[in-house]
């Protein structure tokens, strides 16, 4: 949401039903090891959220999918699924968008762990892609910046500024 990373010719405020946000995943590779995970975003079953939908020219579509599932599927934890969002602009429509849903059946899916948990993994987080710490703190100020909050993220990332 944050940093897209790919060319785009609209974004829209968009809302999924079915699924919600949650550091459900454990990071081997950008955001922490093997031996010392990190945790990052993943949508899982229930729910809702709201984040952003991306329209990309039907030209750069295969780039675009090719570039997010090298970025993204590193390790293969999340299913590539299409999914209806209704887009929050004045038409309200529905439309097919390609999300990364958790894959609750990977080695690398945390679940539903304590904000003790969350904070511990967080903390202890550091990959090839940085500290894991400061991922979580952007998430949130990109979640906030499009008037969205999610409690649980929020107070993690209070946590995190004060520790």
């Not at 690398?108 to 550091?126: D, M, P, S, W």
Request: glycine letters at 8%; a positive charge; hydrophobic letters at 40%.
């Amino acid at each position: 949401m944050w940093r897209p990373g790919f060319d785009f010719i609209e974004q829209v405020p968009a809302r999924l039903i079915g699924e919600h946000r949650a550091l459900c995943v454990y990071s081997f590779d950008h955001r922490g090891t093997p031996e010392k995970p990190g945790l990052v975003l993943g949508l899982d079953r229930g729910g809702a959220c709201r984040g952003l939908a991306f329209r990309v020219a039907a030209s750069k579509r295969d780039a675009t999918i090719a570039y997010l599932r090298e970025r993204e599927q590193t390790t293969n934890v999340y299913r590539e699924v299409m999914r209806s969002v209704w887009l929050q602009d004045e038409a309200r429509r529905r439309v097919s968008a390609l999300t990364y849903v958790a894959d609750r059946s990977h080695v690398q899916y945390a679940g539903k762990l304590t904000l003790a948990e969350q904070l511990r993994h967080v903390r202890q987080g550091h990959g090839r892609s940085g500290i894991n710490r400061d991922y979580v703190i952007a998430s949130v100020a990109a979640i906030e910046q499009l008037g969205f909050k999610d409690r649980g993220l929020h107070q993690l990332a209070e946590m995190l500024k004060h520790s």
